[in-house]
C-alpha cells in the first residue's frame, strides 16, 4: 500500500465518510427489501473501499419498486404542510406540537388546537427524575 500515516488515516477518514453517505442516502430512499441486505467488503488497497450491499436473488421488492416508480404510482413521503385546524399552508413556517401535528402561528399553542398531549404527568415525570428521593438512615441518640 506505501501510505503514511497521515495519508492512511486521511484515506480511512474518506472511506467513513462515503460510507456514512452511503447509509444516509438509503435511509433517506427507505428501501425496505423483505430479506436482509449483506454488506460485502471491499479491500482496503482499492481506491474505492466502500461497503456496497449485496442483494440476493430475492430481489422481487426491489424490482416491484422500481416497476411502480416507472408507472409513476409511488407517491413521495408525505410531509404534513398545513395546519390541522384552519388548514392553511404553514411552509417551513409551521409548528410542530409535542402532539405530532403540524400548526400555524395562531394554532401553535397548546389552548388553540385542544392539544392531546399530557403535558401535566410529562412535566411530574421529568421532576421526579430529576429529584430522587432522599431518605436518611434514623439517626440514634445516646
Do not use: W
Amino acid at each position: 500500500m506505501g501510505l503514511c500515516s497521515k495519508c492512511y488515516r486521511d484515506l480511512r477518514v474518506k472511506e467513513e465518510q462515503a460510507a456514512k453517505a452511503k447509509a444516509a442516502m438509503e435511509n433517506s430512499l427507505s428501501f425496505k427489501l423483505k430479506e436482509p441486505a449483506v454488506v460485502a467488503p471491499i479491500k482496503l488497497g482499492d481506491t474505492k473501499a466502500v461497503e456496497l450491499p449485496h442483494v440476493g436473488s430475492g430481489s422481487s421488492s426491489l424490482g416491484e419498486t422500481s416497476a411502480a416508480v416507472a408507472s409513476g404510482e409511488v407517491e413521495a413521503p408525505k410531509v404534513p404542510n398545513r395546519c390541522l385546524s384552519c388548514n392553511k399552508k404553514v411552509g417551513l413556517a409551521g409548528f410542530k406540537c409535542k402532539c405530532g401535528s403540524m400548526f400555524c402561528g395562531v394554532h401553535r399553542y397548546p389552548e388553540q388546537h385542544q392539544c392531546t398531549f399530557d403535558f401535566k404527568s410529562t412535566g411530574r415525570n421529568a421532576i421526579a427524575k430529576a429529584n430522587p428521593v432522599v431518605k436518611a438512615n434514623k439517626v440514634e441518640r445516646f
